[in-house]
């Protein structure tokens, strides 16, 4: 299943996957122990827990994220208003793509929360969006992208490409406009990244056009890029001010959320690592009968990549549900694989300037208008200038300097 399933995707060969993979877990292993023996500390020390369990880890490694960097969504959201949030996430694109994006206000929309924007540049309209944003009874929950209208010749002219996005934040008070959490600010991101893959195609056939044929470990290559901006001092001055002041984010929080960023990076790689080596090695291994049971190989996987193990009890293969029930069989990977993309490609911009307009134009024209049109890796070898690297997302996490 997995050869066939790789076809269409940009690694190409099972063989790569179990490379990256388990040079990402090696490139880890240390610190993660580091951070595990850190919190195991923490929690005898401070928490009273002399021996961490699974159900621990959430809680004891909450508690000492806010001892070691004292930061919290409630101290960040009063400087997160949506509406200045939306100002400086469009005003980010607008630099780096050359648009405009205008507030639409003669379009029906099924909630008064929706509104409406349409994208163009010099040549004229290239896309519209709807935003629905809050939080309401009957909503399915979580944050999305999906396509209204796909880019696509016909036979009356050229469609012109009409997308939703739909998150689920906390409602405007009647004083005081919707404030985000920095999470919540990065799912905005995300999810407008994904958007502008759609609106900005130039591909006019439908099965091609935005992230229509694009290699499935490739399409979260524009969303998790456009995340980088939310870590940066430049860009946060467009999107962050105080909702009653205007006043910009002090310098002294944004230095903790900054350095909060890389909290327990590689126990969260090795996690990841974990599930994704279980999900590729059950889909390109087993065979009912003639190999072990799912729990035994999900049990050598552990053996192999993990520093901390669940109890014997746990059934957590039974509840996997992005392999089976997502959509992801053989392809969990993929998350890892996309954060390399991201990282490479946003470090263009950091030898270049984040707001570089060589750079933004590049990467649109490469990467944003090309949709499926094309192989992935050549898609990001036209714009990088060469195959992706992993040293970039190993600096990003931390992890550069840790034994390879």
């Not at 090309?370 to 036209?382: P, T, V």
Request: proline share 5%.
């Amino acid at each position: 299943y997995a050869e066939r399933s790789l076809a269409t995707k940009m690694a190409g060969t099972p063989e790569r996957v179990l490379e990256f993979l388990r040079s990402l877990a090696q490139r880890g292993r240390a610190r993660a122990l580091r951070e595990l023996e850190e919190l195991s500390q923490f929690a005898r020390d401070s928490l009273g827990i002399n021996e961490l369990q699974s159900w621990d880890l959430a809680y004891a490694s909450e508690k000492l994220r806010k001892s070691l960097y004292r930061v919290s969504d409630e101290e960040l959201r009063p400087y997160f208003p949506l509406p200045r949030v939306l100002q400086g996430l469009f005003g980010i694109v607008e630099r780096l793509y050359g648009i405009r994006i205008t507030q639409l206000t003669d379009v029906d929309t099924w909630h008064p929360d929706v509104t409406a924007y349409e994208i163009s540049d010099a040549e004229g309209l290239r896309g519209r969006f709807f935003l629905d944003p809050y939080a309401r009874p009957n909503k399915r929950g979580g944050a999305w992208m999906d396509d209204c209208a796909g880019r696509r010749q016909g036979r009356t002219g050229l469609q012109t490409p009409v997308a939703f996005l739909v998150c689920n934040f906390t409602p405007p008070l009647t004083d005081q406009p919707a404030l985000l959490s920095h999470e919540e600010v990065l799912t905005l991101f995300h999810e407008f990244g994904h958007g502008l893959h759609h609106l900005l195609t130039r591909v006019e056939a439908a099965g091609l056009a935005g992230i229509n044929g694009v290699a499935w470990d490739a399409v979260e290559l524009p969303s998790q890029f456009m995340e980088n901006w939310c870590w940066e001092r430049e860009a946060l001055d467009l999107v962050a001010g105080h909702w009653q002041t205007g006043a910009a984010l002090p310098e002294e929080l944004f230095r903790r959320l900054r350095e909060a960023r890389n909290f327990q990076s590689a126990l969260g790689m090795l996690r990841q690592v974990e599930f994704s080596l279980f999900d590729f090695r059950l889909h390109l291994e087993y065979q009912p009968g003639r190999t072990g049971s799912v729990l035994e190989t999900l049990a050598q996987v552990r053996n192999e990549v993990a520093v901390f193990k669940p109890p014997a009890f746990n059934r957590f293969a039974n509840s996997f549900s992005h392999i089976f029930a997502g959509g992801y069989a053989a392809g969990y990977y993929s998350y890892k694989w996309a954060e390399v993309l991201s990282a490479d490609a946003y470090s263009a911009f950091e030898e270049s300037g984040i707001f570089d307009v060589d750079t933004g134009r590049r990467f649109l024209t490469t990467i944003l208008e090309k949709g499926g049109s094309q192989e992935a890796m050549d898609l990001f070898i036209a714009f990088r200038g060469r195959p992706p690297a992993i040293e970039p997302l190993l600096r990003h996490t931390g992890l550069l300097d840790e034994a390879a």
